[in-house]
C-alpha cells in the first residue's frame, strides 16, 4: 500500500510542480484580468467532469463490478461505449450552441464577454471525451495494481499547457486564451496516448479488443451487470462530487462579483488542492482496492485497521499544511504569482481566500478517506444524500455571505460544507468505529506536535519572510 500512495504522491507532485510553473506563468501574463476568467470559465466544465470521473464515482463503482463481471471484456468495451456516446454528444451540443454553455457556466457576465469565451468553452470541451478515454484506461490499470501512468500522465497535460505559455508570449491576450485552449486539447491526447501504451504494456488490450469482438453475441449476458453499473454510478457520482460541484458554483456566484473574482478563487483553489491531491486523494485512490477487497471477503477488522494507519498519516500531514499555509498564505501567494500583470492588490485578495479554503482542509481530505468505506459497502444512496445536504449548506451560507465577505465568503460557504459532509460520513461510518481510531496514543501526540510546530512557524515567521521578501 505505502508503494502505491508514494507513486501517487510523487506523480502528483511533480504534476502540480508543473501545475504551479504554469499558473505562474499565466498569471504574469494574464494577471487577474477579464482574460484569465474567460481561460478558467473555459477550462471550468470540462475539468470538473474530469474530477467527478478520475477522482471518484467512475473506478470507485467500475472496479469492483469489473472485478465480478464473468465477461471482462464485453462489459468493459459495452460501458465505455455508453458513457463516449453521451459524452460526444454533449461535447457537439456545447460546440454548436457555445454562448448557451458558457452562459451556464458564468451567467453573471455581461453579453459581450460571453461572446468573447464561448469558442474557447467550444474548445476546451474536448478535452472531456479525452480524459473520460483516459480515466477508462486508467480504472483498468488500477485493477492490475498499475497506478505509475495516471499519476504522472497529468503532468503532460501542464507541459502542454506551459508550452502553449511559452509560443505565445509575445501574443495578445485573446490569442494566448486561444493557444491555452488548444493546449488542453493536445494535453489531452497526450495523456490518451500514454495510457493506451500501457494497457498493450500489462496486457489488457486483450481484453478490450476481445470485448469489441464478442459484444454483440454476450451483450444480453453482460445485461444485467450494467443495468447494476448504471444503478450504483449515478449516486456514487453526484454523492463524491460535491466539492467539485460547490467549486463549479463558487465560478458562478464569482462572476457576479469584480472583475478578477474567478481568478482569486483558481489561484486560492490551485494552492489548497495541493495537499489534498497530494495526501488524501493519492492515499484514497491507493487504499481503495485494497479495502474493498476486505470487506467484499467480510473481513471489516481487516478494513478497519488498514483505515486506522491511513487516518493518522493524513491528520499528521494536512493538519501540519493547513496550519503551515495558513500562517504563510500571503507569503506562498506572493512567491508564486506576484510578478507581471499579478499586482499587489490581486496578492492580497488571493490570500484571503486561500485561507477560506485551507481552514477545510483537514475535513475535505479525511471525508475523501472515510468515504471509501461507503462505496466500498455499496452505500452509494446514503453518499449521495449526504453530498445532497452538503451541498445545499453551501448554497445557503455562500448566498448569505457572499454580500459581506465577497470572494473570500464564497471560498468559506465551500469549507462549512466540507465540514457538514465530513461530520455526517462520520455518522454513517459509525461514531463508535471513529472514535476507536481516536482512542490512540496519537490524537496527544498530534494535539502536542501541532501546538509546537505552530509556536515554531509563529516565532520564526518575521525571519522567514525577511528571506523569501
Keep these: 500500500?505505502?508503494?502505491?500512495?508514494?507513486?501517487?504522491?510523487?506523480?502528483?507532485?511533480?504534476?502540480?510542480?508543473?501545475?504551479?510553473?504554469?499558473?505562474?506563468?499565466?498569471?504574469?501574463?494574464?494577471?487577474?484580468?477579464?482574460?484569465?476568467?474567460?481561460?478558467?470559465?473555459?477550462?471550468?466544465?470540462?475539468?470538473?467532469?474530469?474530477?467527478?470521473?478520475?477522482?471518484?464515482?467512475?473506478?470507485?463503482?467500475?472496479?469492483?463490478?469489473?472485478?465480478?463481471?464473468?465477461?471482462?471484456?464485453?462489459?468493459?468495451?459495452?460501458?465505455?461505449?455508453?458513457?463516449?456516446?453521451?459524452?460526444l454528444l454533449i461535447t457537439l451540443l456545447v460546440n454548436l450552441f457555445p454562448s448557451l454553455a458558457t452562459q451556464a457556466i458564468a451567467i453573471g457576465l455581461d453579453k459581450e464577454t460571453i461572446t468573447i469565451a464561448a469558442p474557447f468553452v467550444a474548445i476546451n470541451f474536448w478535452y472531456l471525451p479525452l480524459i473520460f478515454a483516459v480515466t477508462f484506461l486508467s480504472t483498468m490499470l488500477q485493477y492490475k495494481q498499475h497506478f505509475a501512468t495516471s499519476a504522472f500522465s497529468t503532468a503532460l497535460l501542464n507541459l502542454s499547457?506551459?508550452?502553449?505559455?511559452?509560443?505565445?508570449?509575445?501574443?495578445?491576450?485573446?490569442?494566448?486564451?486561444?493557444?491555452?485552449?488548444?493546449?488542453?486539447?493536445?494535453?489531452?491526447?497526450m495523456q490518451l496516448g500514454v495510457h493506451i501504451l500501457a494497457i498493450y504494456q500489462y496486457g489488457l488490450s486483450k481484453i478490450l479488443i476481445g470485448g469489441i469482438k464478442h459484444i454483440r453475441v454476450k451483450l444480453k449476458i453482460i445485461k444485467k451487470e450494467t443495468k447494476e453499473f448504471r444503478k450504483q454510478f449515478f449516486p456514487a457520482m453526484w454523492g463524491n462530487s460535491t466539492a467539485q460541484v460547490s467549486a463549479f458554483l463558487d465560478t458562478f456566484l464569482a462572476s457576479f462579483l469584480v472583475t478578477?473574482?474567478?481568478?482569486?478563487?483558481?489561484?486560492?483553489?490551485?494552492?489548497?488542492?495541493?495537499?489534498?491531491?497530494?495526501?488524501?486523494?493519492?492515499?484514497?485512490?491507493?487504499?481503495?482496492?485494497?479495502?474493498?477487497?476486505?470487506?467484499?471477503?467480510?473481513?471489516?477488522?481487516?478494513?478497519?485497521?488498514?483505515?486506522?494507519?491511513?487516518?493518522?498519516?493524513?491528520?499528521?500531514?494536512?493538519?501540519?499544511?493547513?496550519?503551515?499555509?495558513?500562517?504563510?498564505?500571503?507569503?506562498?501567494t506572493w512567491l508564486l504569482f506576484e510578478r507581471g500583470a499579478f499586482s499587489s492588490n490581486d496578492t492580497s485578495n488571493t490570500t484571503a481566500v486561500l485561507q477560506m479554503y485551507m481552514i477545510g482542509l483537514l475535513p475535505f481530505g479525511l471525508q475523501k478517506l472515510f468515504v471509501l468505506w461507503l462505496y466500498a459497502k455499496q452505500m452509494q444512496m446514503q453518499a449521495a444524500k449526504i453530498a445532497t445536504f452538503s451541498l445545499v449548506t453551501y448554497i445557503v451560507i455562500a448566498l448569505s455571505l457572499i454580500s459581506?465577505?465577497?470572494?473570500?465568503?464564497?471560498?468559506?460557504?465551500?469549507?462549512?460544507?466540507?465540514?457538514?459532509?465530513?461530520?455526517?460520513?462520520?455518522?454513517?461510518?459509525?461514531?463508535?468505529?471513529?472514535?476507536?481510531?481516536?482512542?490512540?496514543?496519537?490524537?496527544?501526540?498530534?494535539?502536542?506536535?501541532?501546538?509546537?510546530?505552530?509556536?515554531?512557524?509563529?516565532?520564526?515567521?518575521?525571519?522567514?519572510?525577511?528571506?523569501?521578501?
Design 404 to 469: 459581506p465577505m465577497g470572494v473570500s465568503g464564497l471560498a468559506l460557504a465551500s469549507t462549512i460544507g466540507g465540514f457538514v459532509s465530513f461530520t455526517l460520513t462520520i455518522r454513517v461510518f459509525g461514531i463508535q468505529n471513529f472514535f476507536d481510531i481516536l482512542h490512540s496514543k496519537n490524537t496527544i501526540y498530534l494535539f502536542v506536535g501541532l501546538i509546537f510546530f505552530t509556536i515554531l512557524l509563529l516565532i520564526f515567521k518575521e525571519f522567514i519572510t525577511l528571506a523569501i521578501y
Design 260 to 332: 478578477g473574482s474567478i481568478s482569486y478563487l483558481y489561484y486560492a483553489n490551485r494552492i489548497f488542492q495541493l495537499p489534498l491531491a497530494l495526501f488524501a486523494i493519492a492515499t484514497a485512490v491507493a487504499l481503495f482496492p485494497r479495502v474493498a477487497r476486505y470487506i467484499k471477503n467480510k473481513d471489516e477488522e481487516k478494513a478497519k485497521e488498514f483505515m486506522k494507519k491511513a487516518f493518522w498519516f493524513l491528520a499528521f500531514l494536512l493538519s501540519a499544511s493547513t496550519i503551515g499555509a495558513i500562517i504563510f498564505s500571503r507569503e506562498i
Design 161 to 189: 499547457l506551459i508550452m502553449a505559455l511559452y509560443f505565445s508570449q509575445d501574443k495578445s491576450q485573446v490569442e494566448i486564451v486561444y493557444y491555452l485552449s488548444w493546449g488542453v486539447v493536445i494535453g489531452g491526447l
Design 1 to 87: 500500500m505505502l508503494k502505491a500512495i508514494f507513486t501517487n504522491s510523487f506523480g502528483i507532485l511533480v504534476s502540480r510542480i508543473l501545475g504551479f510553473i504554469r499558473d505562474l506563468f499565466t498569471a504574469s501574463v494574464l494577471g487577474a484580468s477579464i482574460y484569465s476568467d474567460i481561460f478558467f470559465i473555459a477550462f471550468k466544465l470540462p475539468n470538473l467532469f474530469r474530477r467527478i470521473f478520475a477522482e471518484g464515482a467512475f473506478t470507485q463503482v467500475f472496479i469492483p463490478a469489473f472485478a465480478k463481471s464473468k465477461s471482462k471484456g464485453v462489459f468493459s468495451v459495452n460501458i465505455f461505449i455508453i458513457f463516449l456516446t453521451i459524452i
